[in-house]
DNA sequence: CCTATTACGCAACGCTGTTGCTAAATTTTT
DNA sequence: AAAAATTTAGCAACAGCGTTGCGTAATAGG
């Protein structure tokens, strides 16, 4: 949630997400973890402890004796005290998943969508889908709503798809209302590649620095997280990190530009030369890196995942070699840690977020 | 300022900088313009302009009688209440300039450094050009720092100079520390790119959004005003734009990799292409568009500002043509408004920062 | 002179995290 | 077996924040 001046229900709720986030971070915690983990005084955490006990968020789970005086309870997050549906939207199928407060995925399920699909078809989809999830009537009470990670353009904050690359019926189309209204539920809308670095954050926890999230999936896209919060740009059209040049006499790309890492890689992994297409991404990257000092990469899409090691690989070897060398200057290189799933994972996460993560403040 | 966790002095600091803020983007402004612009309550911004005025931080500017009613009183920022020294170091000068609390350069000297000069030089030349300047005596007790802008590798959060490009005698330096105890004045150091950008979104004001510096100066660098606040990455090593591949053919770069940006263009600028070199450096800023969605391109440093039309008309170009099309997509292109000052600048606001600007909570 | 309108602050309030202190549970020492 | 030490945890009072209710000051218009 995001407001711009700050009461003390935003240092309520700010202070109940940081202990909210140790919980979701390690397994069980007691009071010392978090007051140790926040600076917040004893008693101050056992407020807040008390007011998520009472919402059902956490629960207590046996005690510790370390030694001498009193034991300390501990306290665990309760998992299945809130859900969220996640749905990733591509050309040709609709994913979806259930995600618990906990950031585990409990379903996944892929569904064809019809070609060129429009608007009305994609809600009918979803409908279908929901309901096709197992137990979901159950649910009810527990469900925080539906995010949504889609190809672009698209603005974020009022839910509105602009233009979405290569589908013909998604021009200014406010699938967050419209979809909100079919369905019941509240809605999130985001680009795919920006839920997908924030399921990454979320399940990765609070340490989480800046990092960018390389999708390589019919296009290439990139979803960033930089100082604790995902990058969404100025009009939400951060991550069309395929249409940057890498070759300035290279072939013509679809965008108009010449030597995109895009079409570069695309002519590579058409003739069938999959060691030069990674090492194309892998010098992508490394501007990024040079550009950006990321501390995760994280390697997902579809193309991607279908040689996991070949790009894994490339990228980890350009990183090593081609940043200049310093033992403080560390990345991180890794395949997506949910696979498949992340997109549609992060935008459930995104939904959670809104309600249970850190709130910001939007500097007027 | 950050702090983990939110207290009250947290609100009346935060609420406060809100207050400020206003009145350093606008010339003068009475209690209904901070209602509207930050949606506290009339009596909240009453209590907050009793406590700027008590500190001497703005004052009333007499009233404004828009017809019936009893008349506004209109409050101005005080400039002459605080200041902050700027140092930019280069390879060869170090420049200071004298920043009042409204951002307004009010001194600029430029001094030689020796070649491959040592700490000790620098600190040298720092007491004497600090001393040189006029007036500095008179401003004890309204001089809130010094702030220095420099070459990186460094290290922002440990004020540590790391690594200075081109710099033999720098090597893991603790310059804040050293110069705090040499000068008898808080420090604060930052990466040029870094502090420049602070610069243009200081005199922007709060509606500054998603940014980049281009610095085109023995070297090609980019500061990074991202969310509201600086970016500086996990090691803050953000920013090393000019070792970005964009000809993966090119000539090979200083720094192992072929056909870097700041290589590309430095050998077209060699061979007296003004045209191409300006192109070049205009294929990166719209990759940097495309990546990072920005609202504000500024270009600066020594090199570009000898040729400033001819780099803002070619990026301008190249942002009108190649970055796709439509309305709602705009970015703006303009050169430095504080010219060769702007690292200078943006170091000293970064001090004035760091007391009266937003304060930031840093997730656990 | 009266009324409507606008600006603005005092006082009381609700809420936050903090502080001071007491109670409870356990181990260690006598 | 009893007393002391240690640690956890919460109740109660407190300070400080923005908010709310309401009274007062200052102006224009009738």
């Known amino acids: ?26 397994r069980s915690f007691e009071r010392s973890t978090v007051v ?3 600076g917040l005084t004893p008693q101050a955490v056992s407020k807040v402890i008390a007011r998520l006990t009472a919402d059902g968020l956490i629960r207590p789970a046996g005690v510790r004796r370390p030694g001498i ?15 969220a549906i996640g749905a990733h939207v591509a050309r040709r199928t609709l994913r979806l998943v259930l995600v618990d407060l906990a950031g585990t995925v409990h379903q996944s399920a892929v569904s064809p969508l019809p070609g060129d699909f429009t608007p009305k078809q994609l809600l009918d989809a ?3 889908g929901i309901g096709a999830l197992t137990g979901i009537g159950e649910l009810r009470g527990r469900l925080t709503g539906l995010g949504i990670g889609m190809i672009g353009p698209l603005d974020h904050a009022h839910g509105l798809v602009r233009d979405a690359h290569g589908l013909r019926h998604w021009h200014d189309v406010p699938l967050r209302e419209v979809a909100e209204q079919h369905l019941g539920l509240p809605v999130h809308l985001d680009k795919d590649v920006t839920a997908g670095i924030t399921a990454e954050a979320w399940r990765y926890g609070a340490t989480f620095g800046d990092a960018a ?9 990139a979803g960033f997280w930089l100082g604790g919060t995902a990058h969404r740009g100025a009009h939400t059209n951060a991550g069309e990190f395929g249409h940057t040049v890498v070759d300035l006499d290279g072939p013509r790309c679809v965008c108009g530009r010449h030597g995109c890492l895009e079409i570069v890689h695309h002519h590579a992994a058409e003739a069938g030369e999959l060691a030069r297409a990674a090492r194309v991404v892998a010098v992508g990257v490394v501007n990024l890196l040079q550009t950006l000092d990321l501390a995760h990469v994280v390697l997902a ?19 090593q070699t081609d940043v200049p060398r310093a033992d403080w200057l560390s990345t991180k290189v890794a395949l997506s ?19 249970y993560g850190i709130p910001e403040l939007a500097p007027i």
């Open 1 to 26: 949630m995001t407001r711009v001046t700050a009461d003390v229900t935003f240092l309520r709720d700010y202070n109940q997400a940081l202990v909210m986030a140790v919980g979701r971070t390690v």
């Open 301 to 319: 899409g579809a193309d991607l995942l279908r040689h996991p090691q070949a790009y894994l690989a490339a990228v980890g070897d350009a990183v």
């Open 337 to 355: 840690s949910l696979g498949a799933d992340v997109i549609a994972a992060g935008a459930a996460m995104q939904v959670l977020d809104q309600h």
């Open 213 to 221: 999230l390389i999708m390589v999936e019919s296009g290439i896209g």
């Open 69 to 83: 005086g009193k034991p300390a309870v501990v306290y665990e997050l309760v998992p299945d005290s809130r859900y």
């Open 36 to 38: 140790e983990a926040t």
């Open 126 to 128: 979803l409908t279908a």
